[in-house]
């Protein structure tokens, strides 16, 4: 296991290398982390719609453009 914050291009894209060193390459990308405010929209606050599109739009994004390279390998 290892810790990253898929928000940040550098720790994904550590993340993928050593994933790659470990176990010779990807076979599979689920992209699984989420994050969600199960307010309405008024009691949403936007620092938590940020939030939430950071994660579950642009990290997905992300994981899937640093993984995309080596699941065509596969």
């Given amino acids: 296991p290892m810790l990253c ?3 940040e291009e550098e720790q994904v894209a550590h993340a993928v290398a050593r994933t790659v060193e470990k176990f010779g390459g990807i076979d599979v990308c689920i992209n699984n982390a989420s994050a969600i405010q199960l307010t309405g929209t008024l009691e949403t606050d936007m620092k938590r719609y940020d939030l939430m599109h950071q994660i579950n739009t642009r990290g997905t994004f992300l994981v899937s453009k640093m993984c ?3 699941l065509k390998l596969a």
């Fill in 5 to 7: 914050d898929i928000r």
């Fill in 68 to 70: 995309i390279p080596h």
